[in-house]
């Protein structure tokens, strides 16, 4: 009897611990959550936003429930979008980009893999397409181009390699060569 008692305490003490373990882990990951949802990644020369991403093609080709937030991938998105805009505009040049629909590269197919889980598909039948809106503005605040775009890489899987652990690798690239062939940037960087 008093092996069986320790055995429960022992349970409970560990059953507790893992109650914390998880409530500390559901914490840091809001935390995460909200961090991405504050933080502001556009500099003095360029600002990306985006439209309501639950219109997103991406969230009606299959966003399953283990698939990241679209925040998470939006502000990826930005981050590219700055910083290689920011090499490429003459000084005074303000960028405004908005990012309007995202259909990542690939397709969440349910009940594959051991897990019976939902895992990204990654085939050339579906290709990286991002919509945006853009202005480009002079330094006396006068538009010098503005526009919409429909980016697609149909050959995104037949083009170079890329970084194979860098997430979103596929849009991050098509995004980074609109930008160079939009606003001129001869070289790679």
């Known amino acids: 009897m008093e092996n069986e ?5 022992g349970n409970r ?4 611990g893992l109650l914390v373990a998880a409530l500390m882990c559901s914490a840091s990951l809001s935390a995460t959550a909200r961090d991405v949802d504050k933080k502001d990644y ?6 990306v936003t985006w ?7 991406e969230l009606h080709y299959g966003f399953q429930f283990q698939q990241p937030k679209p925040e998470v991938w939006l502000t990826e998105f930005q981050k590219t979008l700055v910083k ?11 960028l405004s980009i908005t990012i309007t629909d995202v259909k990542l590269a690939g397709r969440v197919e349910p009940f594959h893999g051991a897990g019976a889980s939902d895992i990204r598909v990654v085939k050339s039948i579906y290709p990286p397409e991002i919509e945006l809106s853009f202005s480009l503005t002079g330094s006396d605040g006068q538009v010098l181009d503005s526009g919409e775009r429909k ?11 890329v970084n194979r ?3 979103y ?8 060569e609109w930008v160079d062939k939009e606003f001129g940037r001869k070289s790679a960087g």
């Open 84 to 94: 290689r805009a920011d090499h490429v505009l003459k000084p005074g040049q303000h």
């Open 169 to 176: 690798r596929f849009e991050k690239r098509m995004l980074k």
């Open 42 to 47: 556009n500099s003095d020369q360029v600002s």
């Open 13 to 16: 003490k560990f059953l507790g």
């Open 5 to 9: 008692m320790i055995k429960s305490v």
């Open 151 to 161: 980016l697609r890489d149909i050959a995104f899987l037949d083009r170079g390699s």
């Open 165 to 167: 652990s860098e997430a």
């Open 51 to 57: 439209n309501d991403p639950a219109q997103f093609s």
